[in-house]
């Protein structure tokens, strides 16, 4: 399997978030991909090579103009005024009050352009986003010219990005960008499957009115679980885009054989609309060693979690998410991509 990886991730490092009502250093870190890259490159798992793609095209089929504008200019702007430390926000507009244009103030800009205070932006924040969008374009150009799988190893990771809005340490929807690419590359639909443990609130809402890239995605009950306010059943599409939207809530504490059957459904539902490649958010914060997370699969679950993938017998571009029990990511994440090689029989595209 081809992997698209690019060092420039780590130029964004947050130094801290808010959890469990203290600032603690930040989950999501780069020793998280320099992990993945080191288990990729002893399992011998296929080429590595860095982005030649921009990613900020198909960004801005997904993401709003004034959006992306806002991650470009506001880490000077946060400079210019004087700040000190990281950008972050601390205050949001609620369904309590009216929604208006882009507001001005810094903390005003930063609450209407994020929806949690678990996100940080600093220097590097706007080039690592980018280049996780070049690594993505990539591996998604790789699978359309023929590649069986593709893996973006990349980071900041995306699925919580939405058009307008970045949180759960996501920035730019690199999974969607993936998606977009195929698209544009000429599969007329797309699948999109989401197994982080965190529901991907940011695709479904890019593609929710879409009928192109039926999304589906396994996560903890937004009941219980981040991101809260997305990703119950009864969200299922809008406009075109109805019934293309496949929500699996799950209760913390699910084991590999309710998490398997409801893998095996998504994969049912996605393959009924005959997608001509496939996009996996591979979020590995299912593990039961997850700091952050509440379910409790074992790293020898994940080749099977691989092998069920290569089930839906598409071409597939693998988008790395969420994971934060760092020293098992890279085993993981190898699990999964080792898993989905031998079933599918594609080592030999390597
Ligand atoms: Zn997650």
Not at 63 to 72: A, I, M, P, T
Not at 82 to 108: N, V
Not at 127 to 137: L, M, N, Q, Y
Not at 208 to 221: C, E, I, K, M, T
Request: proline share 7%; net charge negative; hydrophobic share 40%.
């Amino acid at each position: 399997m081809i992997v698209i990886h690019s060092p420039e991730h780590a130029r964004h490092h947050s130094q801290c978030e808010v959890h469990n009502g203290a600032l603690v250093p930040s989950f999501e870190s780069p020793r998280r991909a320099e992990i993945v890259l080191e288990a990729v490159t002893a399992a011998d798992l296929g080429p590595i090579r860095p982005p030649s793609a921009d990613g900020l095209a198909p960004a801005a089929v997904l993401h709003r103009v004034d959006y992306l504008r806002f991650l470009e200019t506001i880490w000077n702007d946060w400079q210019s005024a004087g700040r000190a430390g990281e950008a972050m926000a601390f205050s949001w507009c609620t369904h309590a009050f009216r929604p208006r244009q882009e507001p001005l103030g810094l903390d005003a800009r930063l609450g209407y352009y994020s929806f949690c205070v678990d996100t940080t932006i600093n220097a590097g924040t706007w080039g690592a986003a980018r280049s996780a969008a070049d690594v993505c374009r990539t591996a998604a150009a790789v699978v359309c010219d023929g590649a069986a799988g593709a893996f973006a190893l990349c980071r900041p990771p995306g699925h919580h990005a939405g058009p307008g809005y970045f949180g759960g340490y996501c920035f730019l929807n690199n999974a969607g960008i993936a998606a977009q690419t195929l698209r544009d590359g000429g599969c007329a639909r797309v699948a999109v499957l989401d197994v982080d443990f965190h529901h991907g609130n940011g695709t479904q809402d890019v593609f929710y009115q879409r009928g192109d890239v039926p999304f589906a995605s396994l996560h903890g009950d937004p009941r219980h679980c981040f991101p809260f306010y997305s990703g119950h059943a009864d969200e299922t599409g809008a406009g075109p885009g109805a019934g293309a939207t496949l929500n699996l809530p799950l209760p913390p504490g699910t084991t590999w054989p309710t998490y398997a059957e409801a893998l095996d459904h998504a994969l049912r539902w996605l393959g009924g609309f005959d997608p001509d490649a496939l996009v996996v958010s591979l979020g590995l914060d299912t593990f039961a060693g997850d700091p952050i997370s509440a379910f409790r699969l074992e790293t020898d679950d994940f080749p099977r979690l691989g092998e069920r993938l290569a089930s839906l017998g598409k071409p597939t571009v693998f988008v790395l998410e969420g994971g934060y029990a760092a020293e098992d990511l890279g085993r993981n994440a190898v699990g999964v991509l080792g898993g989905f090689e031998s079933a599918s029989g594609s080592g030999g595209n390597r």
